[in-house]
């Protein structure tokens, strides 16, 4: 190698940053109607390369979820796993709790911690999301070529419902849009404050309007 | 007199409100603890920007994995034929809005990730080389943009970044430099 590239490829050795290390964390909530779901995942990606003490350093994750009622009923879930730190971890587990009529008030928190033998602790968390299940009556437009309908509120107690202004309903039976569909939606969002935001959860056909959870 | 009484009501004072300090510490460290991420931590709810699209979808990936569920099959075996998702896997799967051709897709990336990642985070010697698990997310995402239809591509990649407000990103020390 000619000696002005052997001290380019030096220099870009030296100066080229180590790709940066994380553990991500991710909660998913989904609900069928009866039962409320949360997913919880955990993933470390390695360093590329892994040198100095990461070489010989060893992990150990461990994560799970808690589903907390209104009432005070709970369901978790939880995995660890452990080896060197060059490797990659992936850990997922979900834990499921029956709804029995509670509505407004779930917190599903996420719990996540990791040791490293060479450094300790690096990384212990609790996130919690607050959750409700917002049911939602939605009248859909009768679009026949289309499966992903508009709709409109339609419902007997409140004029403000908690998801009313995104119920886009997604056929995913293979139908297309048609009237009168109701829908729950799970709506969500973080450490009781700000806006919810409503996922489609359940749906099938009534006719006329229903319960909203309002707002 | 006076300043002697005084004195002493200080010292209660004291003993009193360091009482109530310590009530107060033990009653609110586990409120301090939820809302605190270690330092540089990147919550997708504030800075959704901050999680990488291809971290987003390795996370989307790991929450659709069934584990309960035995693989997803072809209905009737045939290969050519989309992969029928799972209840827990339809109820995820849901809002996105996929057809069925579009879904099966996505299981059939899903299933090839999955045992990409099984190999890569089950290495256990420290000198091998460590796989990225980003490169093997986003050969997923081409994949799948490739082979899926547009919108349904689309409506997939608009729902994995509206999903970054449920994520989070963690750093680790760095240790490739021999101290941290």
Known sequence: MAWPLRWLVVALTVVAPALPQSIYLYRNSTSDGTYLYSTAVLQYGAPLPCMGMCSAAYHNYAQGVTITSPTGRTASCSGSTGGPAASNANLQCEASIPINDEFDGYTSTQNANATCSQVGTIMTVLIPLQLSLAFTTVETVNEPMRSVCQSNAACTNTLTPRCGAQTTVIETDGGNCHPFHYCGFIAARYGGAGPWTCTQALCSSIAGPGYCTPQ | MIKETSHIMDAEDLRSIRALLLVLSLSLSPLLAQNTLPPGSIDGAVNPEGIPDVAAFRLFLGALVDQSAAPAVSPEGGSSLPLQPSASQRRKLLPVGLNSTDTG?????????????????????????????????????????????????????????????????????DMSGGRH
């Open chain 2, 105 to 173: 897709l996505l299981l059939q990336a899903l299933q090839a990730w999955h045992g990409d990642m099984s190999a890569a985070s089950s290495a256990t010697d420290a000198s091998a080389p460590a796989i990225d698990l980003d490169s093997i997310a986003q050969r997923a995402l081409n994949g799948l943009k490739q082979r899926m239809s547009a919108a349904g591509f689309a409506q997939l990649l608009a729902h994995i970044r509206a999903e970054k407000k449920h994520m989070t990103r963690i750093p680790v020390p």
